[in-house]
């Protein structure tokens, strides 16, 4: 199997013009990556804010099954 892929389109995605974003959104994404979330104190309180030290470790299951396509 192969992937053919259209010359000219590796180029950077421009967030104002490719997405279907309002400029609200658009005025709202400058605003937070603006903000000090730039620092490991913002990353970290941004981490805590999200609960995400507190979350539990889920429960790997393996099943004696052959999988194939």
């Known amino acids: 199997m192969t992937l053919?892929?259209?010359?000219?389109?590796n180029r950077d995605l421009d967030l104002e013009n490719d997405l279907?974003?309002?400029?609200?959104?658009v005025e709202f994404m400058r605003k937070a990556s603006s903000q000090n979330m730039?620092?490991?104190?913002?990353?970290?309180?941004?981490?805590?804010?999200?609960?995400?030290?507190?979350?539990?470790k889920v429960k790997t299951e393996f099943y004696d099954v052959e999988f194939e396509l």
């Open 4 to 9: 053919s892929v259209k010359k000219g389109r």
């Open 38 to 56: 730039q620092t490991l104190e913002g990353y970290l309180d941004f981490l805590e804010d999200i609960d995400a030290f507190g979350l539990k």
């Open 20 to 25: 279907l974003l309002s400029s609200k959104d």
